[in-house]
């Protein structure tokens, strides 16, 4: 079983059931849900003309390989009505692969770790909530330290407690 991080986001429509169904899909789909982090609001980035997204981060431990994963992540994002029209544009639901247990995967489709996380405050908050430890096996920094050196000004308020795995 390999340990995944993952990163929930939405900033369209009912942002709370986009996250919660995500969630369910991936425990249904990739497996197994073990932490949760609070869900957080944050600026929209990149483009910043649209609403707040609302996110969290989870680690699922799976037994999918990385390419079968992003399809079951993919699968997920269109089944819950993702469009890719506009790049970091307004969208029902974002699932980014941040990590994939220490792995260093460089495809053309899948870039794992995440090539923008130590930018990312949005997606280093909750990451750091569940897993302030753990090692970015290029950087060689823990999440926590990355979170400290963040240069994204953005912040990422919490929430709300997550009190459901699945």
Same mark, same amino acid.
Not at 35 to 45: D, F
Not at 74 to 82: K, Y
Not at 129 to 153: F, G, K, N, R
């Given at each position: 079983m390999n340990a995944v991080y993952l990163l929930l986001g939405s900033n369209e429509g009912d942002r709370r059931r986009w996250l919660q169904l995500a969630? =369910? !899909?991936m425990a249904e789909k990739a497996g197994r849900i073990v932490h949760a982090? !609070?869900?957080?609001?944050?600026?929209?980035?990149?483009? =910043?003309?649209?609403p707040d997204f609302l996110n969290q981060a989870i680690c699922i431990y799976t037994a999918l390989d990385p390419q079968s994963l992003l399809q079951a992540v993919q699968e997920t994002e269109m089944t819950l009505g993702r469009q890719r029209t506009v790049k970091w544009g307004q969208r029902t639901l974002d699932i980014d692969i941040l990590f994939f247990g220490d792995r260093?995967?460089?495809? +053309?489709?899948?870039?794992? +770790?995440? +090539?923008?996380?130590?930018?990312?405050?949005?997606?280093?908050?909750?990451?750091?909530?569940?897993? +302030?430890?753990?090692?970015?096996?290029?950087l060689q920094l823990s999440v926590a330290q990355l979170l400290a050196a963040c240069p994204d000004p953005l912040a990422a308020r919490k929430t709300e407690a997550h009190k459901d795995i699945a």
């Amino acid at each position: 079983m390999n340990a995944v991080y993952l990163l929930l986001g939405s900033n369209e429509g009912d942002r709370r059931r986009w996250l919660q169904l995500a969630r =369910t !899909a991936m425990a249904e789909k990739a497996g197994r849900i073990v932490h949760a982090s !609070a869900i957080y609001e944050t600026a929209a980035w990149g483009v =910043t003309d649209q609403p707040d997204f609302l996110n969290q981060a989870i680690c699922i431990y799976t037994a999918l390989d990385p390419q079968s994963l992003l399809q079951a992540v993919q699968e997920t994002e269109m089944t819950l009505g993702r469009q890719r029209t506009v790049k970091w544009g307004q969208r029902t639901l974002d699932i980014d692969i941040l990590f994939f247990g220490d792995r260093v995967i460089d495809l +053309p489709a899948l870039k794992v +770790p995440h +090539p923008y996380l130590a930018e990312r405050r949005f997606a280093l908050q909750p990451l750091a909530e569940i897993a +302030p430890e753990l090692i970015h096996p290029v950087l060689q920094l823990s999440v926590a330290q990355l979170l400290a050196a963040c240069p994204d000004p953005l912040a990422a308020r919490k929430t709300e407690a997550h009190k459901d795995i699945a």
